[in-house]
């Protein structure tokens, strides 16, 4: 009978321990971000324009063309970018983004600022003659971390100050190739240009503006500019993840905002450009690198997709392979087309909304930080 009242004993404790006693508490749900919020209340052409970024080039210095107002009114593109073309100067580009920043857009993105970005890697790449950096990235990374993480927090300064809350910078690829060759990289070796990388995210981060990591996975082997043509990289993947990819990792390990995917193909990973290729997007930046951060596109109206059969069936390939922001670097018409066709798109279901969802949710949690940490003064 002992045994049998032990045996019930036992028992009962069993059922509580597995019951947890009292009625079990709910799992706390997490809260939706700002962007998730906002996300949800848009409609199709609003949410597709979100993940747009148009260039106005041909406009003249300080203008904003037409058209592009009227986009950015109806929410269909979510920032732009700027060159030498639309300001050249600290105090003419503060003028520009005001006047960008002060145009009216839907209710649901009246708080959330455009997104304005600009190359300012330093060097030859420079597009604010006033603004630092002055030095090339190869001069930076020549001179030392030191030199890297001034350059940082001095552009981060000024550009925050103007109005440009994204620096298209820095470049993680390392090699010999065409872009060493324009002493855009910081060095020819791996660990010392992941240690610049570090650097340069990190002090932009301090001075308040966003970095965008380019061009994943890598492209110091190139032997061509991918802005004029078709660029293959046959490296293997084991070589690719053991240097190339180094630098991206030590960039998302400092918490860069944006990486940049690079428009070079890489057999190794697939017949397609990298923008246009999940393996690369999801398998090896998502989820191998663990970025949790904003995709963008390099340029997609470059040399280097000459050959395809349009320019809107680029950018449905990049959105389906997981980009969140399609960049245009040449024409305004180019992206509207893009804002236009991907709109038509998603209301035929040719495009995932939870996942155009989520990546507008990414650029806009990115965009409420900005407002608080790239402030437009002077």
């Not at 923008?275 to 999801?282: C, G, I, T």
């Amino acid at each position: 009978m002992l045994l049998g009242v032990l045996g019930l004993l036992l028992l009962v404790v069993v059922l509580v321990v597995a019951c947890g006693g009292d009625d079990p508490k709910p799992a706390a749900k997490s809260q939706p971000t700002a962007g998730q919020r906002i996300a949800r209340t848009l409609s199709a052409e609003e949410l597709v324009g979100q993940t747009i970024i148009s260039p106005f080039r041909r406009a003249g210095a300080g203008a904003i063309p037409p058209a592009l107002r009227t986009a950015i009114r109806r929410g269909r593109v979510g920032g732009v970018i700027l060159f030498s073309e639309n300001a050249t100067t600290l105090a003419q580009v503060r003028r520009l983004t005001r006047r960008l920043q002060a145009l009216p857009r839907p209710a649901e993105l009246r708080d959330v600022p455009l997104l304005v970005l600009t190359d300012q890697e330093g060097g030859q790449v420079r597009r604010i003659t006033d603004a630092p950096p002055r030095a090339s990235a190869s001069a930076q990374g020549a001179a030392g971390l030191g030199a890297v993480a001034r350059a940082g927090t001095d552009s981060a300064v000024a550009l925050c100050r103007a109005g440009v809350n994204v620096n298209l910078a820095p470049v993680a690829d390392v090699g010999t190739g065409a872009i060493a060759q324009q002493g855009r990289t910081y060095a020819d070796d791996v660990t010392t240009t992941a240690r610049a990388v570090r650097s340069l995210v990190t002090a932009s981060r301090r001075g308040g503006i966003a970095t965008a990591t380019k061009h994943f996975p890598g492209l110091g082997r190139a032997q061509a500019n991918t802005d004029d043509t078709r660029v293959r990289i046959t490296a293997a993947p084991e070589a690719l993840r053991s240097a190339d990819e180094l630098p991206f990792r030590a960039a998302i390990g400092a918490g860069t905002d944006l990486v940049m995917l690079s428009n070079a193909i890489y057999p190794a990973f697939g017949p397609t450009p990298a923008v246009l290729n999940p393996n690369l997007v999801n398998a090896e930046l998502r989820r191998r690198l663990g970025f949790r951060g904003v995709t963008i596109s390099d340029d997609l109206e470059a040399g280097a997709f000459a050959g395809a059969a349009s320019q809107t069936g680029v950018a449905r390939a990049a959105a389906l392979a997981g980009v969140d922001l399609l960049l245009y670097g040449v024409t305004t018409d180019a992206a509207l087309a893009a804002s236009r066709a991907l709109t038509a798109d998603l209301g035929r279901k040719r495009l995932d909304l939870a996942a155009v969802r989520g990546s507008v949710a990414r650029a806009i949690d990115l965009r409420v930080r900005l407002a608080r940490t790239c402030r437009l003064t002077g």
